[in-house]
T-cell receptor
Framework: GNSVTQMEGPVTLSEEAFLTINCTYT??????LFWYVQYPGEGLQLLLK?????DKGSNKGFEATYRKETTSFHLEKGSVQVSDSAVYFC???????????FGAGTRLFVKA | GAGVSQSPSNKVTEKGKDVELRCDPI?????LYWYRQSLGQGLEFLIY????????KSGLPSDRFSAERTGGSVSTLTIQRTQQEDSAVYLC???????????FGDGTRLSIL
């Protein structure tokens, strides 16, 4: 079955630093890939997604590119803010499937 | 508009008691999903509903867990004879159709003493 591996946290950065959170996946076929974010005290929210190879998902300054050759979907942001402090989950779902498989989550702390 | 609503937000109960967790999906969403998030772990898929039916119950951790959905809307997740390892945050999500983006509720934090 599908699986997702993402870098362990916590990741601690200073404001305006560059962020990368690594995510790799295993899947049969051509899955859709997602990043979800969970802000403190809130539920999960979809941050961005990509549905086919070489697609780039982007939202709120975050980007991730679907790399089939490296089976990766790394999350990046050029300049983080304190308000980006949250837990970020990488996820995959097969085309036509219903079950979304989540990584363990990476906690990000951004210091002012 | 209203998002996915879960109740209660927090539940503390003694080992061996039964608990019921409720999920109100976004109006009109046909698909509903239950997940469990244990401390430090990723999300564990439990069960999904398409309308009122749950085609695959294999994700439920044990036969103490059951879920139902009535009227294609509200769903309840029931845990009988709770154990300490059931302590977790239980998340519900809904989507307009299967394979559409899922919208998550804030979860129910369940603590078994």
């Amino acid at each position: 079955g599908n699986s997702v591996t993402q870098m362990e946290g916590p990741v601690t950065l200073s404001e305006e630093a560059f962020l990368t959170i690594n995510c790799t996946y295993t899947a049969t076929g051509y899955p859709s890939l997602f990043w979800y974010v969970q802000y403190p005290g809130e539920g999960l929210q979809l941050l961005l997604k990509a549905t086919k190879a070489d697609d780039k998902g982007s939202n709120k300054g975050f980007e991730a590119t679907y790399r089939k050759e490296t089976t990766s979907f790394h999350l990046e942001k050029g300049s983080v803010q304190v308000s980006d402090s949250a837990v970020y989950f990488c996820a995959t779902r097969n085309t036509g499937g219903f079950k979304t498989i989540f990584g363990a989550g990476t906690r990000l702390f951004v210091k002012a | 508009g209203a998002g996915v609503s879960q109740s209660p937000s927090n539940k503390v109960t003694e080992k061996g008691k039964d608990v019921e967790l409720r999920c109100d999906p976004i109006s009109g969403h046909t698909a509903l999903y239950w997940y469990r998030q244990s401390l430090g772990q990723g999300l564990e898929f439990l069960i999904y509903f398409q309308g009122n039916s749950a085609p695959d119950k294999s994700g439920l951790p044990s036969d103490r867990f059951s879920a139902e959905r009535t009227g294609g809307s509200v769903s309840t997740l029931t845990i009988q004879r709770t154990q300490q390892e059931d302590s977790a945050v239980y998340l519900c999500a809904s989507s307009a159709e299967l394979n559409q983006p899922q919208h998550f509720g804030d979860g129910t934090r369940l603590s078994i003493l």
